[in-house]
């Protein structure tokens, strides 16, 4: 395991300096959270998918192997999964939000 877990903190710290990464949504809403430029960032960035499409939504995007790549499911076990897979193919720069939306809900009290 190489891929790098983070919490809500540094995907916040992320999305408020505007660092630009592929953000894979698996199913939250993260659009109340954020005001008008934070949300805009993460909108340009973020994809609503399927695990299925991951590597077709990669391929289609021509994102490079050493591209930021940010996954974010309900509990963190799909975006484990996930991290693993793209991992094995040769991805590099892989972050997981731990615990998913329900550890993020928690952090931001």
Known sequence: M???????????????NRVPFIFFNYGTDLGPWYSSIQKLHVEAWQVMLVESQTQQELDERKI???????????????????ANVLENKGYTNVYLIDGGYQQMVTDRG
Do not use: T, V
């Not at 190489?2 to 408020?16: F, T």
């Not at 490079?64 to 996930?82: M, N, T, V, W, Y």
């Open 2 to 16: 190489s891929y790098n877990k983070i919490g809500y903190y540094q995907l916040n710290n992320l999305i408020e």
């Open 64 to 82: 490079p192997k050493d591209f930021a790549i940010l996954l974010l499911c309900q509990d963190g076990k799909q975006s484990e999964r996930i």
